[in-house]
């Protein structure tokens, strides 16, 4: 078959080497219930210090978040804040009755 030529071709510049040597966690989930196993999932993209390459996604997930945390001391520090935090906006927001916290209205949810 015949190519079929195009009266305005374009051009695409070429793009310089970039190179993708870190990972960037795109997502994180946990699911946790009180009586019940906590679970971490989370996703990784290349990484180049600026952007994100949106192909060879990798996929982690931590089963039962409390019994790994007994063998993992950065993982038992890293959950003990995190649960901080997510305790005190909690509360702080439910005071203030705001379920959406930005930068314009944090330092009223906060005080």
């Known amino acids: 078959m015949a190519d079929i030529p195009n009266p305005n071709p374009i051009t695409v510049p070429a793009a310089a ?7 960037f966690c795109t997502q994180l989930m946990i699911d946790a219930s009180p009586g019940g196993e906590w679970r971490a999932r989370f996703t990784g993209l290349p990484y180049d210090g600026t952007a994100v390459l949106r192909q060879d ?6 089963k039962d978040l409390k019994a790994l945390a007994l063998l993992d001391p950065e993982l038992a520090q890293a959950m003990g804040t ?12 439910k005071i203030a009755n ?14």
């Open 82 to 93: 995190v649960l901080a935090v997510i305790g005190k906006y909690l509360v702080k927001c």
């Open 98 to 111: 705001k379920r959406l916290v930005t930068v314009t209205n944090i330092a009223e949810i906060l005080s």
């Open 17 to 23: 080497e970039r190179v993708y040597d870190k990972q």
């Open 57 to 62: 996604l990798f996929s982690v997930e931590l």
